[in-house]
């Protein structure tokens, strides 16, 4: 085990965006390197929850984690109250690519992942097959996965994926942004066009960029990056295992361990943001640092 550091850093992404976080690093010289996102609705600190969460686990096991708030959240603002406006592209296109060469800028010789939570792990995902030469060497995805008819096999949960979407849509519009805090579904609000994009592609059955110009799954089928996927069973509806599972089968390209996290593991077994929040999860955790720990030389991933 390590003493762990902390200080502040942030990056800027190739269209502007200044993102903020804290770099949580061990003493010494760090083995690997972890850009660290978030959900939505949420900022980084669900990453390292009162400063001993997942960001301090990786720590002291010898990875030095860069813990960030994505563009809108937390610190890396102006937040959509404000009036900021993304889609779900700048996440692809932008924020997970900056975050991943923040690591390597800042931790040359030594591999780089991603740890990413919900939007951040699906997204470092498609954004590791549609910009490969901007891919971290390996990506840790935690109960990630899109919301589409396709992915999944279930009538019921499908009927009521549908339904929320189109009702987060509906209570969207008028105002311009979501806000979560009501409904207590998180602190940080999302605009207008991110919603949409969820719900038209939802309604459309499709995984496309907002202007049409990228199909998702097909940058799913490039991607080459190892992948370690934990999904929980307690995760009912919003990245369940099964839908974790069609949400990755296009990767036929990419070296994917799956983990599902269940009753024997954590009991009873974390819903979708206690896989990250939750201390009884820190063994979980240390899977994915042993992981990461495992991987090969910089760019070996690609």
């Not at 690997?32 to 980084?44: E, K, L």
Request: hydrophobic residues 45%; aromatic residues 6%; glycine residues 10%.
């Amino acid at each position: 085990m390590h003493g762990v550091l902390r200080e502040p850093i942030e990056t800027r992404t190739d269209d502007g965006w200044v993102l903020r976080g804290e770099l949580v690093r061990p003493e010494g010289a760090p083995v690997a390197a972890a850009a660290i996102g978030h959900a939505m609705m949420v900022d980084r600190r669900t990453m390292d929850r009162r400063g001993a969460g997942l960001a301090t686990t990786l720590a002291e096991h010898g990875i030095a984690a860069l813990n960030f708030d994505l563009r809108g959240h937390g610190e890396s603002g102006p937040s959509a109250r404000e009036g900021g406006r993304w889609s779900y592209d700048a996440f692809v296109r932008s924020d997970l690519p900056a975050i991943v060469r923040a690591a390597r800028d800042a931790f040359p010789g030594v591999p780089a992942a991603l740890v990413g939570h919900s939007l951040a792990g699906h997204a470092a995902l498609i954004g590791a097959g549609l910009l490969p030469d901007r891919a971290p060497d390996g990506i840790v995805a935690l109960a990630a996965n899109l919301w589409l008819p396709r992915f999944e096999p279930r009538l019921d949960r499908k009927l009521l994926k549908g339904a929320t979407l189109v009702g987060w849509a509906a209570l969207t519009l008028p105002r311009g942004w979501f806000d979560p805090r009501p409904v207590r579904m998180g602190s940080a609000a999302e605009p207008w066009p991110y919603v949409w994009q969820f719900a038209r592609n939802y309604v459309r059955n499709e995984l496309t960029s907002l202007d049409g110009r990228d199909d998702y799954v097909d940058a799913l089928r490039r991607a080459e990056v190892p992948v370690l996927s934990i999904a929980s069973t307690g995760d009912r509806l919003l990245a369940n295992p099964a839908s974790v599972a069609r949400f990755l089968a296009p990767m036929t390209r990419a070296r994917i361990t799956h983990r599902t996290v269940a009753a024997r593991d954590v009991s009873p077994p974390p819903d979708h943001m206690q896989l990250v929040v939750d201390e009884r999860c820190r063994p979980i955790w240390v899977e994915a640092a042993q992981w990461i720990r495992a991987l090969g030389g910089p760019g070996s991933g690609r």
